[in-house]
């Protein structure tokens, strides 16, 4: 395991080349300011590529002399690097897709801040202003293409995953890559990386040079997901609500692979919103897919959305077993269905406007101590809405297992506690036992020790 250093020092090369004085003076103030420790963590995680930690508290404390600042020239701006990973560098120079990604860091921490959080015109308590953030913060990635017709498919699925799964989520990213289609994913190893490797040889054999391989990520999730080097289009937003929504307002269809607690995270998530009233008769393509030994992982999953939330989630999706054409020719129907009713409701093929989501999945959950003790884990409450608890019970596992905050406080304060009805806890911890004994918790190398308690 190389924990080499290099020091460097780079232009942006096509990113940010282009600043006015007032733009170069906020950018020089992240070096000092306030927003640098995110900054530096960030763009930590970009340059660890092809070391993938599981463990953002591992990953900041492995590299506690790295150091990045940047420096003004008359021209611009670059970036100097002190102690910054080996692996990101060959023979001396940075790998020019790790520095694309390192700029968009620093593009996407500067206009957030900037353009977002102390912009008047954003009021972030209300739903319809976040939702016109996360279209902001994307269109200013320049990730939308608004002169094609859809065909953005957002797969999800565990980092954590063996061989021969992810060799199938290759598989299906290459018969979707086939059909003209691109793909959106969390950006990091295992599910994230898988479609993207066999969307581009789909894409190479057809002579589609313009495929997209965007990846969504947000501060807490990145070090431990370091973005693959397939991603060509990197987009880090503020937090992990409104990554989410930011998949299902840009994405056309969801596939959702083989995965662990943050994969049931993005799953509760998405099925929470189609549940909604306002949502019932809108099409979104949703298949649950893997290879034949990952049946019984579906099976578990979709037990557990049949004893929580019930049949009518549970006809929001397609399961596929074992067969990636079929999985792809599903995709493509379902997206054409969704281009009709895109056309016939003047909705933009490239932002799904009319999707409606409640202000519950879209306030800012930050795991603590507290605040997971106090989830309402009961059946007295509209199903949708239980999602929303239940998503924010998985999110707070996930940052006990992999984010630098969420272990330090399992750490300094001991386990998280669930509480809430039989119902409902006892199929959770048959789900969480499953992953656990599949080794669906964290990497393979790693021991897991829980991070919750749960009780009813």
């Known amino acids: 395991m190389s924990q080499s250093v290099l020091d ?18 906020k950018l020089l103030d992240t070096s000092r300011g306030d927003l640098y420790p995110l900054f530096r963590s960030c763009s930590l995680a970009v340059l660890n590529y092809g070391e993938y930690l599981d463990d953002g508290k591992e990953l900041l404390e492995r590299f506690s002399s790295f150091d990045i ?72 990635a320049n990730i939308m293409r608004p002169r094609t017709n859809p065909r953005l498919v957002v797969c999800w699925g565990g980092h954590s995953i063996p061989e021969h799964e992810y060799d ?26 898988g479609p993207m490797k066999g969307a581009a040889v789909g894409h190479a054999k057809q002579r589609n040079y313009s495929g997209q391989y965007l990846g969504i990520s947000e501060p807490g999730i990145i070090a431990a997901e370091s973005p693959n080097p397939i991603v060509n289009a990197l987009v880090i937003m503020p937090d992990i609500e409104k990554r989410l929504e930011a998949f299902v307002r840009a994405g056309h269809a969801v ?11 993005e799953i509760l998530y998405l099925l929470g919103i189609l549940m909604a009233p306002q949502n ?13 030994s990952a049946a019984s992982y579906f099976e578990q999953i979709d037990a557990f959305i049949g004893a929580t939330l019930g049949p009518e989630a549970q006809q929001r999706y397609t399961i596929i077993i074992d067969e990636p054409e079929k999985v792809a020719l599903t995709v493509k129907e379902g997206i054409e269905r969704v281009r009709q009713f895109r056309k016939l409701n003047d909705d933009a ?38 999602a929303v608890h239940l998503r924010r019970a998985f999110s707070g596992i996930v940052a006990g297992n992999v984010k630098d905050a969420g272990i330090r406080a399992i750490e300094e304060k001991g386990l998280f506690e669930l509480r809430g009805d039989c119902e409902i806890m006892d199929p959770l911890d048959q789900l969480l036992a499953g992953f656990i004994d599949a080794g669906r918790m964290k990497l393979a190398t790693t021991s897991y020790s829980p991070c919750y308690q749960l009780h009813s």
């Open 280 to 292: 019932m008769h809108m099409p979104f393509p949703v298949v649950f897919s893997g290879p034949e």
């Open 349 to 386: 093929y490239y932002y799904n406007w009319l999707l409606h989501i409640d202000h519950n999945f879209q306030h800012p959950f930050v795991p603590t101590h507290e605040s997971m003790s106090q989830l309402n884990l009961s059946m007295d409450q509209e199903k949708y809405q239980l």
């Open 8 to 25: 460097a020092c780079i232009s942006p090369n096509g990113h940010l080349d282009v600043l006015s004085r007032l733009e170069i003076s």
């Open 69 to 140: 600042s940047v420096i003004q020239e008359e021209r611009g701006i670059k970036l100097d690097l002190i102690n910054a990973p080996e692996n990101a560098f060959v023979d001396g120079e940075m790998i020019r897709g790790i520095r694309e990604h390192l700029f968009a860091v620093l593009r996407d921490i500067i206009y957030v801040d900037d353009e977002i959080n102390t912009n008047p015109k954003f009021d972030l308590n209300n739903s319809g202003d976040i939702t016109n953030a996360v279209f902001h913060i994307l269109r200013n």
């Open 168 to 193: 199938y989520t290759k598989e299906v990213g290459y018969q979707l890559g086939l059909r003209g289609m691109d793909i959106c994913t969390g950006c990091g190893p295992g599910a994230m990386k």
């Open 255 to 265: 596939v959702v692979f083989p995965g662990g607690v943050g994969t049931a995270e």
